[in-house]
């Protein structure tokens, strides 16, 4: 979920009582609200059997022989972690540019780092290629068609990626006509004109400001949602922003998942765009995507560098 600037007590109003978003589900009466007889009989078994399990746990003071989906705090365990290691977690040489400083005066460098042997990839090496090592920003493609059908078997995959209150504000327009290409390519950086048709689809990708109409049914645990967003057009607008991103990034790798290449370009005039294509719809663009099958090569240039782990990243 994306954090903004807001906390749970910009959502108090006189529409909600004031139980607090932190409570369990179980005890706050609005979000149970939305559940049928059912399905209310459904949670408090499961939170039932939960309970159970933790009360055995705590009595016992051992989960050896508890299911292996439930994690217990263990103070022990901790203590053991936190604990002077003989063997650290390793060094880096490649980072001496690091954007983190040397806090090692605070810090000690003592992690122990399990055997990466130990652990799994729940997807195929081939499926973490097409994703990701051997995907690449297209350039070059084929001339085969691509159907709206398999540009909607991605958004299926990618309409589950969670969003702020599941607020969804990502719209898009889907360009396969050359008139529509052309009247693009009028807003296009220079450098970015070129690219306009050489794909055989194009997505424009935009943030709804006012998604928030659809909140009684993205988000019917909290009534009253959509009149206080409507009533703040810059919490609308923030979440609008972040959240059609975060979505933006989903529907990459879902158009990959499914075969396709993506090429996604801002290098635009975004107002142009937003007149020629969005006029009086509410909907701020934000990103340009190439859509299709990539020849081979897919681009002329080498993949860049990327960043370690170690380079990106600070354990406290």
């Known amino acids: 979920m994306v954090d903004n600037d807001f906390t749970n007590d910009d959502l108090i109003s006189d529409d909600l009582p004031q139980t607090g978003l932190n409570e369990p589900m179980?005890?706050?009466?609005?979000?149970m609200a939305s559940l049928d007889e059912a399905e209310e009989a459904e949670f408090a078994s499961a939170a039932a059997a939960d309970d159970a399990v933790l009360d055995s746990i705590e009595a016992t003071g051992t989960q050896d022989n508890y299911p292996s989906n439930v994690a217990v705090y263990d103070a022990t365990e901790e203590a053991a972690a936190?604990?002077?290691s003989d063997s650290s977690y390793g060094s880096d040489d490649s980072s001496d540019d690091n954007d983190y400083e040397d806090n090692s005066t605070d810090y000690d460098d003592d992690y122990q780092a399990s055997d990466p042997r130990e652990y799994t990839i729940d997807i195929s090496p081939e499926d973490q290629d097409q994703l990701f090592r051997e995907a690449r920003t297209t350039y070059n493609w084929l001339k085969t068609p691509v159907n709206n059908e398999l540009i909607?078997?991605?958004?299926?995959?990618?309409?589950?990626?969670?969003?702020?209150?599941n607020c969804s504000p990502l719209r898009i327009r889907v360009l396969r006509s050359d008139s529509a290409k052309d009247k693009l390519r009028e807003a296009m950086g220079d450098g970015n004109k070129v690219k306009i048709g050489a794909a055989p689809v194009v997505l424009l990708l935009a943030a709804s400001e006012h998604f928030h109409t659809q909140m009684a049914k993205l988000f019917p645990n909290m009534p009253g949602l959509?009149?206080?967003?409507?009533?703040?057009?810059?919490w609308r607008k923030?979440?609008?922003?972040?959240?059609?991103w975060l979505q933006a990034g989903y529907l990459l790798m879902a158009l990959r998942a499914v075969g396709l290449s993506v090429g996604p370009m801002n290098g635009a005039d975004m107002d142009q765009i937003e007149e020629?294509?969005?006029?009086?719809?509410?909907?701020?663009?934000f990103m340009v995507v190439n859509v299709g099958f990539a020849a081979d090569p897919p681009t002329d240039y080498p993949r860049n560098p990327r960043l370690t782990f170690r380079e990106v990243s600070e354990t406290l």
């Not at 179980?26 to 979000?31: K, Q």
């Not at 020629?276 to 663009?285: I, Q, S």
């Open 82 to 84: 936190d604990s002077p």
């Open 226 to 234: 959509s009149d206080m967003l409507k009533d703040n057009p810059d």
């Open 152 to 165: 909607e078997m991605a958004w299926d995959l990618a309409k589950f990626g969670p969003t702020a209150m």
């Open 276 to 285: 020629l294509f969005f006029a009086n719809a509410g909907f701020k663009p």
């Open 26 to 31: 179980s005890s706050n009466p609005y979000l």
């Open 238 to 244: 923030k979440m609008a922003e972040d959240n059609a």
